[in-house]
C-alpha cells in the first residue's frame, strides 16, 4: 500500500492526492510537518519537503509533485494526466510548473507563512503588507486562469491535465485561508466548481489544520 | 529551425543546450536577458524566464526546462534522458529538480545575483556574507553529488540521464563565478570532468558574459 507523507494544507501533496483521486489508487496519508525536520523523514528525502510517497511493500520511495504524478500516470492509465502530442504535454507540463511553482512562491508560500506558521508555532502577528501582496497575486493568477479558460475548455486545452488538478490544489489551499476574491472571475469560478466535485476532492476538504478554521464557503461546491 | 532564448549563464538554459547538443539537435541561441522584461518576450512566456524555445517554421512555443527537456527526449531518442524503468524515471525526475530548482535556489540564484547583477545593472558591491553562504551551500551539495556517485555509475543510477546535465550545467554556472572549492570532492570533481567532455559542454564554455570574468580552469577539461 502506498503511503503519502503531508500535512493537510501542503498544496503540493494536495497535488498528489487528486491524482490518485482520480486514478482511484488507494493509499494512506502519514502526517508529516516538515518545518519539524524529523530526522526519519530528512532519511526519507534529503530535501525534507512533501510530499513523499512510500511503497511499504516494496519500498519503492517517490518524491516531488512532478516525479510522483508522472509516476502516477506512467504506472496507471485511468484518468491520463498528460495526454496528446509532445508539445500538448509541454504545455500541460509548463503549467503544472506555473502553478506548483510560480503560483506557489508568488502567493502559497507566503499565505502559509503569515496565516498557519505564524498563528501555530512562531505565534507573531502577520504581516498585513505582505498579506496584501499575496492576495493581489492571486487576483492575478485567477486573471490568468480565466484568460486560459476564455480560450480553452480546460487549462492546458482540450484535455483535462495535471495542470488543472495542480492549479485546483494551489487554489484550494488560497481558499482555505480566505485570500480568494472570485468576484470578475466567473471562468475560472465555474472551472473551479467543476473541479471541486471530482472523485479525490472531497476528502480533501473534509479536512482542517488545527488551528486555522477555513472560511464557511471553503467546502461548499456551490460557493 | 529551434531558437533558443537564453543569456550565457541562465544555468536552466544551459540544461536544454547540454540536452540538445547530446541529441544532435541544431538551434540557434537568441540572447534573452529576462531582467528587462521584454515584452515580446513576455509575450512569449508571462512568467518572463528564460529558457524559451521557439521552431519558427511552426510556432511551437516551448518553455520550461522540464518541459524542454522532456519534449525534446520524447521527440529525439538519440542519447535518451529518462530511461529505465518508472521508478528510476522518478529518481532522474527527483534530481533534476533537486539540483534545477534547490541548488539554484540555494547556491546559483544568490550567486548570480551577488556577483552578476550588482556587477552588471545595480554597480552595488556584493553582500559577503550571502556569498560565504552561496559557497557553503555549494559545498553540501557537491558533498550530496559525492554521496550519490558512491552508490551509483551517474547521479540518478546506472544509465546516464537528465539528472547529469541539470547538475552539470547548475555546476558549471557556479564554476564560471569562481564559487567551487573541489578539495575533498574527488567523485564529483572526476564525474565534472567526463560531464566536461560531452558533446554540448564545449560551445557553452567558450562564451562569456560581459563584465564577468570566469577563474582561467574554467573551460579546461583537466581542472
Known amino acids: 500500500m502506498w503511503q503519502l507523507y503531508q500535512y493537510p494544507l501542503c498544496p503540493h501533496s494536495r497535488t498528489v492526492r487528486l491524482v490518485m483521486g482520480e486514478k482511484g489508487i488507494a493509499h494512506n496519508l502519514v502526517r508529516e510537518h516538515p518545518w519539524e525536520r524529523r530526522d526519519e523523514f530528512l532519511d526519507l528525502n534529503p530535501a525534507g519537503e512533501t510530499p513523499v510517497l512510500v511503497e511499504d511493500r516494496s519500498g519503492d520511495v517517490l518524491i516531488g509533485t512532478q516525479a510522483i504524478c508522472e509516476y502516477l500516470d506512467e504506472t496507471n492509465p485511468k484518468t491520463p494526466m498528460l495526454e496528446g502530442s509532445a508539445a500538448a504535454r509541454a504545455e500541460v507540463r509548463r503549467l503544472a510548473d506555473w502553478f506548483g511553482r510560480k503560483m506557489w512562491q508568488d502567493v502559497v508560500a507566503p499565505l502559509l507563512e503569515e496565516k498557519m506558521f505564524k498563528r501555530i508555532i512562531s505565534r507573531a502577528s502577520p504581516d498585513t503588507v505582505r498579506l496584501r501582496e499575496s492576495m493581489r497575486a492571486a487576483n492575478g493568477h485567477l486573471d490568468y486562469m480565466d484568460y486560459l479558460l476564455d480560450h480553452r475548455r480546460w487549462l492546458a486545452g482540450s484535455r483535462l491535465s495535471l495542470a ?57 461546491v456551490d460557493f
Open 164 to 220: 488543472d488538478f495542480a492549479a485546483a490544489a494551489q487554489l484550494s489551499v488560497v481558499d482555505y485561508l480566505g485570500a480568494l476574491d472570485w468576484r470578475g472571475h466567473e471562468n475560472a469560478k465555474n472551472w473551479y466548481a467543476v473541479m471541486k466535485s471530482r472523485p479525490g476532492f472531497r476528502p480533501l476538504l473534509g479536512e482542517r489544520m488545527e488551528g486555522v478554521a477555513p472560511p464557511a464557503h471553503y467546502d461548499k
